[in-house]
């Protein structure tokens, strides 16, 4: 009896293994992936969850790292703290520091880490445009990877709606032109998705369609193995208007956005929506599967017409059409721009809704709002609109506020932190401090944990280095009033002699002393030499470089425009000569490295799709969003240059042409000869269509010292 039981608990013992070590194969094949120095170095082992908060254990024993985890997710992040906290390796998005290291650093007495948030959220509908537009399965690779290690476990995941509207509307005889019609090119996804336009860069193609629910599928499934959940896009009504032709009676019009007219939003209570939402839910699960269980999509997203529509009558036809199909499922809300309104949420099963507080490092919005009355909401930052280039991030407010809503009388709704950037390819310590929050019960000392944070980055503490980063918090990392946002570059401005934004809604003031913020980074510089093999330090020397040249620009633009108020034709001579020289040396220095470049991203455009055609359109679309970004028939769209960026080859082909113009004009005005106005919106729509000739200009080292010198002096 006895050595049947033994057989029994060893069979038992043995298949708990198994399924653990299955459990966490998503998480070793990350290891394979990033550090393939730790691929047998390290082993996973479930931890039984006694309560509700995630937990992770990290020990080493005969030269093996030990991670136990109640989880995928947060096992996940135990690897990531080691290679932190012991390895000093990290990873990010601009630049990766995940060398082996010489000796496996051994953890004296076990390490626990109780992760109080259940929610870690990433990522902005922009964000899908502004960065992912043309991502292949490497770029989505090293981005679920980083969002792993860093703890996200939900995750916005529109990729791949395309073929759920399209099987949907074919039901409802819409045309196969109309659909066509309906869905946007692949960079402008995320305003259709909306409600804000329809259509905008496209009519794309079926193997584009069929080619994104493919990634889609691959996407869902890679989430799943790091315990990521997928917030979906969830239906809420907007509809093609070409289903005003035959049900006119079933929708409210959403008037216009900007320029663009909005799709049409169903009216709730009608048979049409019921129907509609069935085929959409239903499609939903025939290519993206069941096991679903977060959805967004916002009602009347910055604007929109409630007409004769009880707001709350919608609000309650969407959430019952989702629990319907997907029972337990939640709506996941933006807050942002006044929404979500109290009526949309006054009938709602507030247990399966989720608010994603957007600008938490800006407003109170939950405070203001009594947590949205009194439902689960996410906290969260977004930090850059649009992915302009521009160091910002208010780290002692973000620590501040984070503490703040963890210890109000709100607590209780607080779910989690999240990042919402518009665009992810920039300052990421803003990111790893917000997602830092999960694992610490109290206010985070910036000033302490930075001396963690360089360290990782770089690969090792240095004294230059810190002290710099102690000036850039008081400078770009200010935590400044509520009305500034990153300073922009007037380079990338369109032309005029009242430039105070590049951005319709930026700003171009700096709310920092440049000379000190220039002192930081000739502190920075001193430690070039020790760390000349490091890519993160590469990344972040020549952001700081931009940064510090972006500001002499400011200063020549207003010196420039000093000349052309007192009339004086010598002084603007030389004022505009510097400005010109000072944009091209800026094209010269972002040349040198490749997270600046126009190259980077017209290189993924190129490649984008299986066709000539997808490929074409792609390109066109990355030119489009860099430039005027539409409306083409309104040169007063609100929206050009909203995503300007400050890159070598855009500073060289556009922006400098354009500013030649401008100086061009204004060296006959100066002189009193009256000149017609440069037409920058028509240059912008003619740079997009053709196809951009650029020769970088590569520096040696000796040249490469001129630059700095020059730019640091």
């Known amino acids: 009896m006895k050595k049947h039981i033994l057989l029994l608990l060893s069979f038992w013992l043995t298949t708990v293994m198994g399924m653990a070590d299955n459990r966490f194969a998503g998480v070793q094949s990350l290891v394979d992936r990033r550090v393939p120095w730790l691929k047998d170095k390290v082993m996973f082992e479930l931890l039984p969850q006694t309560d509700k908060v995630e937990t992770f254990t990290l020990a080493t024993h005969d030269g093996k790292l030990i991670i136990k985890a109640t989880g995928e997710n947060v096992a996940c992040m135990g690897l990531n703290h080691y290679l932190e906290d012991y390895c000093h390796r990290s990873m990010s998005h601009m630049g990766d520091n995940l060398g082996p290291v010489n000796r496996l650093p051994e953890i004296t007495s076990p390490v626990t880490r109780r992760v109080d948030m259940p929610l870690r959220y990433a990522l902005n509908y922009c964000t899908f445009n502004y960065t992912m537009s043309f991502y292949q399965w490497e770029d989505w690779e090293h981005e679920l990877d980083w969002m792993a290690l860093h703890g996200v476990n939900l995750m916005l995941m529109p990729i791949g709606m395309e073929k759920v509207w399209q099987n949907t509307l074919r039901k409802f005889g819409v045309t196969e032109l109309q659909i066509r019609n309906f869905i946007p090119g692949p960079g402008y996804t995320a305003w259709w998705l909306m409600g804000n336009l329809e259509g905008w860069g496209g009519p794309v193609s079926q193997t584009f369609i069929d080619g994104q629910a493919q990634m889609a599928r691959r996407l869902l499934g890679r989430m799943e193995a790091l315990g990521i959940r997928p917030v979906m896009q969830g239906f809420y009504g907007m509809v093609s208007r070409s289903i005003r032709d035959r049900h006119a009676d079933a929708v409210i019009p959403q008037g216009m956005w900007g320029f663009f007219e909005r799709p049409d939003i169903l009216k709730p209570t009608g048979k049409l929506f019921g129907d509609m939402a069935d085929v959409y839910y239903h499609e939903m699960k025939k290519l993206y599967g069941t096991n679903l269980k977060y959805f967004g999509g916002d009602l009347f997203h910055e604007g929109g017409l409630t007409g004769t529509l009880n707001v709350s009558d919608c609000g309650l036809a969407v959430q019952s059409a989702m629990e319907r199909h997907f029972p337990g499922s939640t709506w996941v809300l933006q807050g942002w721009s006044g929404n979500p309104k109290p009526a949309l949420l006054a009938k709602l099963n507030r247990e399966k809704v989720l608010v994603v507080d957007l600008f938490g490092e800006n407003s109170e919005v939950w405070e203001q709002t009594q947590a949205y009355g009194g439902t689960p909401f996410i906290w969260c930052v977004v930090s850059n609109f649009g992915e302009q280039c521009g160091m910002y991030g208010k780290l002692q407010r973000i620590a501040l506020q984070i503490d703040k809503v963890r210890h109000s009388p709100y607590k209780n709704c607080l779910k989690g932190v999240g990042i919402m950037p518009e665009g992810i390819n920039n300052n990421p310590v803003v990111y790893d401090l917000v997602l830092h929050a999960p694992m610490t019960d109290g206010k985070i000392n910036v000033e302490e944990w930075l001396r963690s944070y360089i360290t990782y980055r770089y690969g090792a503490f240095n004294e230059d280095i810190y002290a710099a980063w102690l000036i850039f918090l008081q400078t770009i990392y200010a935590s400044v009033p ?218 040696n080292e000796v040249q490469m010292e001129a630059l700095v010198a020059d730019i640091l002096r």
């Not at 505009?576 to 094209?587: G, I, N």
């Open 482 to 699: 509520e009305k500034y946002g990153l300073p922009e570059s007037v380079f990338c401005a369109r032309p005029g002699t009242k430039v105070v934004n590049t951005s319709s809604w930026g700003v171009r003031a700096r709310y920092y002393d440049m000379d000190f913020f220039k002192e930081g980074v000739k502190r920075f510089m001193k430690a070039r030499a020790a760390f000349s093999n490091s890519e993160t330090y590469s990344y972040d020397m020549f952001d700081l470089l931009r940064q510090v040249q972006s500001d002499k620009g400011n200063r020549a633009y207003d010196d420039m425009i000093a000349a052309i108020e007192a009339k004086d034709v010598a002084r603007f001579e030389r004022t505009s000569d510097r400005f010109l020289h000072l944009l091209l040396r800026q094209d010269t220095l972002l040349a040198q490295s490749k997270g600046f470049t126009l190259d980077r991203w017209l290189g993924k455009a190129a490649c984008f799709g299986k066709t000539e055609g997808d490929r074409a359109l792609a390109l066109k679309n990355a030119k489009m969003q860099l430039t005027f970004w539409g409306p083409d028939w309104n040169p007063n769209t609100t929206v050009h240059d909203y995503a300007a960026k400050e890159w070598s080859g855009m500073l060289k082909t556009l922006y400098y042409e354009e500013w030649k113009m401008f100086v061009d004009v204004w060296r006959q005005r100066v002189r009193g000869i009256e000149m017609i106005e440069p037409d920058y919106y028509g240059y912008q729509i003619a740079w997009s269509k053709k196809p951009v000739n650029y020769t970088p200009v590569k520096l």
